[in-house]
């Protein structure tokens, strides 16, 4: 079956300007999650989705927000991008509202200049 | 606050040499302790859940372990398909997942 897809994979954004992330999880999927991962601070949480909610979210600025659409798809928004947002972006899906065994994508690379 | 911390950084091994990665943890509440494997440009790959002391998971050459503390990923004869970042995932009472920074594993045939 298909996995988890993320696009784009890769993405070159300037600073000041904002920039959308899409995931498409596992079909019958119904939690998605955000994380986002650098070579100084590893991976780190920034929020879950489930049916459509935010049911977590890490400690990130409010320069960061998502979303779920009802076919569970998500998005994930960064607002006036820093030069210290430049990371992978990685998404994952699972089938419960628990972590139990998530499934993660290959990211979206993103790099703001 | 749930922490984990993952030793060592890294890891040189040559194949057939076992060895064991670490990962320490604090939590509130745990409800579950996760291992993963990632390769350079690649998603994290789930590789095994543990849920409570005395637990063990074992596939092909890996075998998970969790105490009150600890977890422990006991790799026995790697082979050089085996080098990736092993990443150890804390789930404690409030659902949110703390990683640890890894243990990169490099096998030399």
């Known amino acids: 079956k298909a996995g988890v897809t993320q696009t784009p994979r890769y993405l070159i954004k300037t600073r000041g300007q904002q920039v959308t992330l899409s995931c498409s999880p596992i079909s019958g999927h119904r939690s998605v999650s955000w994380y986002q991962q650098t070579p100084g601070q590893g991976l780190q949480f920034l929020f879950e989705y489930f049916s459509e909610t935010q049911r977590n979210k890490g400690n990130f600025p409010g320069r960061f927000s998502g979303r779920q659409f009802s076919n569970s798809r998500s998005e994930m928004n960064v607002s006036t991008l820093e030069l210290g947002d430049s990371a992978l972006y990685l998404c994952a899906s699972s089938l419960t509202e628990a972590a139990y065994g998530y499934t993660f994508g290959s990211g979206t690379r993103l790099t703001v200049v | 606050e749930d922490q984990v911390t993952q030793s060592p950084e890294a890891l040189r091994l040559q194949e057939g040499e076992s060895s064991s990665l670490n990962c320490s943890y604090t939590v509130s509440g745990l409800r579950g302790l996760f291992w993963y494997r990632q390769d350079p440009g690649k998603g994290p790959e789930f590789l095994f859940t543990?849920?409570?002391a005395g637990e063990e998971k074992e596939k092909e050459r890996l075998k998970a372990t969790l105490t009150k503390k600890e977890s422990f990923l006991h790799i026995t004869a790697p082979k050089p398909e085996d080098s990736a970042t092993y990443l150890c995932v804390l789930q404690g009472g409030s659902e949110k997942l703390v990683f640890g920074k890894g243990t990169k594993l490099t096998v030399n045939p």
């Open positions: 543990l849920y409570s």
